[in-house]
């Protein structure tokens, strides 16, 4: 089998679980996040970080990824959808890399702006499988549309 082929089919397997890959990210940044204080405290590290960091990568780094994950995973199993395809995976991959990312670089404006692309980005992803659904989601995924709204009003606030 060439390498192309076998890149590809990586890809698509990734695509069709993305949970895989956002978990993994998210975990990750639990632990960064949980290590900042022991960390700043006995100075190995993150002394002139600002705590702001610990708090958004839980939030965003932790928690988004987790958010993106289930959703992306569960949303098209529940609906009985498409899977998400490697260019929508790589977008959302992407955008969640240059939120954490601007988190490190004490970017904060940067980073909420991400979120909201990132927020943006899923629910083009997902609304669309909702509406081609063959199945009906849980009857508690009717609280979706006002966490993403929370989510938007929340961070363009912050960029206010």
């Known amino acids: 089998m060439p390498i192309n082929m076998k890149i590809h089919e990586i890809l698509t397997k990734a695509a069709s679980e993305p949970f895989r890959i956002f978990f993994l990210f998210g975990t990750a940044m639990a632990w960064i996040a949980v290590f900042f204080w022991p960390a700043k405290f006995f100075e190995i590290a993150f002394i002139n970080t600002s705590t702001k960091v610990h708090v958004y990568l839980q939030i965003y780094g932790f928690l988004f990824a987790f958010i993106l994950g289930f959703l992306t995973t569960a949303i098209p ?3 009985q959808t498409n899977t998400l395809s490697i260019t929508e995976l790589f977008l959302l991959v992407i955008l969640y890399v240059s939120l954490v990312t601007s988190l490190f670089c004490h970017s904060f404006l940067f980073a909420h702006l991400f979120f909201v692309l990132n927020l943006l980005l ?16 849980p009857p508690t995924f009717i609280f979706l549309p006002f966490g993403f709204l929370l989510g ?7 960029l206010c």
């Open 152 to 158: 938007l009003s929340g961070s363009c606030i912050q």
């Open 122 to 137: 899923l629910i083009c992803i997902l609304v669309p499988r909702v509406f081609k659904r063959k199945r009906n989601p």
């Open 77 to 79: 199993r529940f609906t």
